[in-house]
């Protein structure tokens, strides 16, 4: 598969270095997780690479060219809850295409592909303040893989939920994932969701961040915590890591 | 006859009933309306026994004043106008006021709040302009303007800053993940301003009517007392104050007071039906 995106940054705010020459590339509809510290700049790198935030030096480049929003398909699902409070659940997901201006009729079989996808069926009318926490980010997540994205950047998005909810909503990703195949750059400081999620995983040093560890994931799917690849790698990056 | 177990579940039953949340409401509100009618009989009370203790003609009692507003209503005051003539007229004014300061304060308030070096250019001359009782400006008004605009104008004063600074404060609060979300999927700046401001700050601006609504009632007075005409419940105020007549002025206080209520419950009723979404997040 041909290489999708090349990040090559350097980025500093106010003397601090956060990435001296990071550079790394994504694959076309690969799954990378990039795994880091807290505070060793994941959620800079997301910006940068949504183009939210321009850097010092060098640049994020997609299909050769420098990112630009208007131009690319991007998404993000963020950590926080990003729904607008003002908008049902169909007009959260409708975000991108509406931006996008996608015609009328081709946009209403995307929504309800993404909701069915989901399994937010029934729920198309609810606003955000009447849905559990779980549910807010499926709504995040059908927003993101409702348009044709070049790149999804996913920043922690599972962060903020119970245990149990992020389980279910790993899975559900990576069904979304396997189905529709758009190129995902997953944020996590967690080894362990890393590794169920990964076809690959970055490792980012403390600051400046550099590329600490590259490493293929060949866990056959659909993968268990139990299998001895699992808890190999897992015990790799931990020492690679060291104490999280 | 019942057995006890089954009056057991009945009762149960009953219990499950009480804690649905309709009826915990209806009730609750119905706690409300009854405690608001105690308060107000109360007030009307004390002020009854007040006005009998001093028997004096400067203190007039409810039964006065209902008199009065039934003679106000009735046969209009000592120039014919009607308790209806005076209210129609001040609301016309009040609504006019109150319409140009929306009309106005929201505009520039989303512009400053979008451009903010447009504020902070300008700071010097709006923030003390903001200071200025609006009863300082009755000369000014006086001479420069005339008719139906000098009422506008000190109405307009009134209820113009509460509505600009709601919206301008209202800007920078947006969130930013909300902007975000539009910029990754590359939103232009008008769209951002259309889709993602205007709804974020829609309460404020709401709020900030309200507050306006309020205070250009309070300007009425002022307004009425230079506008020239003998029509309005200001100028009924003033009318019979020149007159030393209490029952007749309180009848004005009231009514105002009352026309303040409704305006207010009706953008109540429109923010809680817009607004849905964050009235039950509060909750």
Redesign the interface.
Known sequence: MKNKIQVAVTQRFNGLTVFDRLQFSVRENEFLCVLGKSGCGKTTLANLM???VPATQGGVTIDGEPV?????E???V?Q?P?L???RNVRDNVN??L???QVPRDEAGRRLDEMIELVGLQGFENY????ISGGMKQRVAIA?AFA?DADLILMDEPFAALDAQTRQAMQAEVLRIWERLKHTVVFITHSLEEAIYLAERIIVLSDKPATIKGDFVVEVPRPRDFAHPGFIELRKRLGELIGVW | MKSASEEAVNAAREGIMLAKPEQGRLAASVRVWITNAAVLLAFVLLWEATAQYFESPFIPAPSAVLRAAIKLLIQGDVNGHTLWAHTGMSLLRVLAGFIAAAVMGVPLGLLMGLYPGLYRGTRSLIEPLRFIPPLAWIPIALVTLTGFTRYVFIIWLGAFFPIFVATLVGVPRVEILHKNVALVHGASRSWIVRKVVIPSILPDILGGMRVGLGVGWMCIVAAEMIGGESVGLGKLILKYAEMLRMAEIVVGMIIIGLCGLLMNEVLLVIERRLFRWRWEVRL
């Open positions: 949504t183009g939210l630009n929003p208007k131009r690319h991007l998404a993000f963020f926080e990003s607008w409070p003002w975000i991108g509406e931006i996008k606003y955000p303040y009447q927003r348009v």
